[in-house]
């Protein structure tokens, strides 16, 4: 079994930092990639970010603001906003990918984050 829990996120005025973090826990076996996304009302979600074997990907929208990290030993990924924009609020979403130990055998598993809100103030 696996547990993913979000948590940061809130609310910065713009040239802001915020900081969000997605903590997996369980019996796992390594992450193999993550993908940040962010959700405004009516809209679907959008990849912001993804980190795939160490080789973080970033929308132009976020390049130069954003940055993704990992710390492998905790099973924690980290999304660093840095200059943050009005624009740039909405509900940011982390997907982790990996396998975990079940009962000796390695499955698979990917699961969505339950969402952190990202609020920046003009």
């Known amino acids: 079994q696996v547990h993913l829990v979000e948590s940061g996120g809130g609310l910065v005025e713009s040239g802001g930092s915020l900081n969000i973090s997605c903590a997996a826990s369980?019996?796992?076996?390594?992450?193999?990639?993550v993908g940040w996304f962010r959700q405004t009302p009516g809209q679907g979600r959008v990849k912001v970010a993804r980190?795939?074997?160490?080789?973080?990907e970033y929308a132009d929208s976020v390049r130069g603001r954003f940055t993704v990290s990992r710390d492998n030993d905790k099973n924690v990924v980290h999304l660093q906003m840095n200059s943050l924009k009005v624009e740039d609020t909405a509900v940011y979403y982390c997907?982790?990918?990996?396998?975990?130990?079940?009962?000796?055998?390695?499955?698979?598993?990917?699961?969505w984050g339950q969402g952190a809100q990202v609020t920046v103030s003009s």
């Open positions: 997907f982790v990918e990996g396998y975990y130990n079940d009962s000796g055998r390695l499955n698979s598993f990917g699961y």
């Open positions: 369980g019996s796992i076996f390594g992450i193999n990639a």
């Open positions: 980190d795939s074997a160490g080789t973080p």
